[in-house]
């Protein structure tokens, strides 16, 4: 079985990690590599920033499960995740799982934008058919993608979904494309209501950024800045982003609709054990707060 | 107090037109007519300088230097007090992608610095591959800098770098 980690710290941390795993990286029957692309990792190295110092822990793309790093990062700690990985069983050569029919569309294409294979997916009816191919940020529809096919592909419970590997050939009939990311990214901005994450199986997740829109391009709100900055800095639940943050409900679910199905945001099981964010405390400096009023926050 | 924002890129990248667009002065810029085609009729040979005057105590410097590393000399007038730094890389501009590796390690640029990539010139062609390869230069770094591609004359992109620098400020 070969797993895949990445690291979405720096400096010592990742050093540490790809030190290990160059001694030693056969674990308990898997082969385990370092990946640089945190999107394509099977496991993901992640550190949360928190009042009192800062916790890691692995989190498993594959099935979501979290798996604190304990005490801290360190040789021992490292070598024993490796160890518990190389024991699951992580499937790494399974497609994505069967497709609910009865599951939304945005749900089917969410986990198929978090899932780390590099597949495509293909949404048919008796009218249209859309190959989605992330890999490669693109789209292919044998009709006009405009806001008509959104509504189809929303609208229509009886479509077949077929998940295909990334080396099969499109079909000719798929002669109109878009950027994959512009068009996810709308879909998930049109959305101001939790219905897409109500559909989730995990409970209260917590929410990690592991990667920038770029919001040179896509459409976004001011608040997104902070929400991505935060974000990075520390994995956060729904609540938390509200109480830390002081978000609107309805702009989070925007962001979270479309940092999710863009994959640029990742879920993260909350456990009953896990810190909670707090509030930073008041008296950010005047250098910060002045410049804030500056530039219109 | 006078903190600093270093905007460090190559030619052509953007540099004097986004510290233009920022300043609260008029920039002072040390432009020449160029000597051969660079596809302007003008470039800096040495420093661009404007400034931000965020209360009556604090100025927010914005220094426009060469990212090329043999001018790496002129570099050290900005390190010292440097708050943040912007990264200008011209699309499809091959010697600005690979002198990357080099400004990242010079000014130390780990994640709780505020730095930000901005990809210029991306009218006509688009920007994807360039994103595509400076990621992969961050990649190996474990730095997750954000990377926009953005018009360096349009006013609101400026605004957009800044705010996310303090955006990332506030979040350390």
């Given at each position: 079985m070969n797993i895949r980690i990445a690291c979405a710290m720096g400096g010592r941390d990742l050093a540490l990690i790809k030190s290990i795993l160059s001694l030693q990286s056969e674990y308990n029957g898997s082969q385990l590599s370092f990946t640089e692309d945190t999107r394509q990792s099977d496991v993901l190295v992640v550190k949360d920033y928190l009042d009192d110092g800062a916790v890691y822990y692995a989190l498993n793309?594959?099935?979501g499960q979290k798996t604190p790093i304990l005490p801290n990062l360190n040789p021992k700690s490292l070598r024993h995740l490796f160890s518990a990985l190389g024991q699951?069983?992580?499937?790494?050569?399974?497609?994505?799982?069967?497709?609910?029919?009865?599951?939304p569309f945005k749900t089917i294409l969410l986990e198929y934008m978090q899932a780390n294979s590099d597949s495509l997916m293909m949404v048919a009816s008796s009218d249209w058919c859309v190959l989605f191919d992330k890999d490669n940020n693109r789209m292919h529809a044998n009709?006009?993608?405009?806001q008509a096919l959104v509504q189809a592909l929303i609208d229509q419970p009886d479509h077949d979904t077929e998940i295909l590997a990334a080396s099969d050939p499109l079909p000719a009939e798929l002669e109109h494309s878009a950027a994959l990311e512009n068009w996810c990214w709308q879909l998930g901005l049109d959305d101001k209501t939790q219905n897409m994450l109500k559909r989730?199986?995990?409970?209260d997740p917590k929410f990690k950024l592991i990667s920038w829109p770029n919001f040179g391009e896509l459409k976004f709100k001011p608040e997104f800045i902070q929400l991505c900055s935060g974000l990075w800095h520390s994995a956060m639940t729904q609540k938390e982003i509200i109480q830390h943050m002081g978000v609107e409900p309805a702009l989070l679910c925007q962001f979270l609709n479309a940092t999710l199905l863009t994959g640029h945001l990742a879920m993260v099981p909350n456990h009953d054990t896990d810190h909670t964010t707090t509030a930073k405390p008041t008296g950010e400096s005047g250098f910060i707060f002045n410049l804030k009023r500056l530039f219109g926050f | 107090m006078h903190k600093k924002v270093a905007f460090i890129g190559s030619v052509g990248s953007g540099k004097t037109t986004i510290i233009d667009n920022l300043s609260s002065i008029n920039t002072v810029n040390t432009d020449v007519e160029s000597s051969?085609?660079?596809?302007?009729?003008m470039t800096t040979v040495g420093i661009d300088y404007g400034h931000i005057v965020v209360d009556q105590e604090t100025t927010l410097g914005l220094y426009g230097v060469p990212g090329?590393?043999?001018?790496s000399f002129i570099w050290d007038f900005v390190k010292d007090g440097l708050w943040a730094v912007v990264i200008l890389v011209r699309n499809r501009d091959r010697e600005s992608i690979h002198e990357l590796d080099h400004l990242l390690d010079y000014f130390d640029i780990q994640q709780h610095m505020p730095c930000v990539i901005g990809i210029t010139h991306v009218d006509s062609e688009s920007g994807e591959s360039t994103i595509k390869k400076i990621k992969s230069t961050l990649q190996p770094r474990g730095l997750n800098l954000p990377v926009y591609t953005i018009d360096a004359r349009d006013k609101e992109c400026a605004n957009l770098i800044m705010r996310t620098l303090i955006a990332i400020e506030e979040s350390q």
């Open positions: 793309r594959k099935n699951q069983s992580l499937h790494a050569n399974q497609s994505i799982a069967a497709v609910d029919q009865l599951k009709r006009k993608i405009d989730l199986d995990l409970n | 051969v085609d660079i596809g302007k009729e090329q590393r043999k001018f």
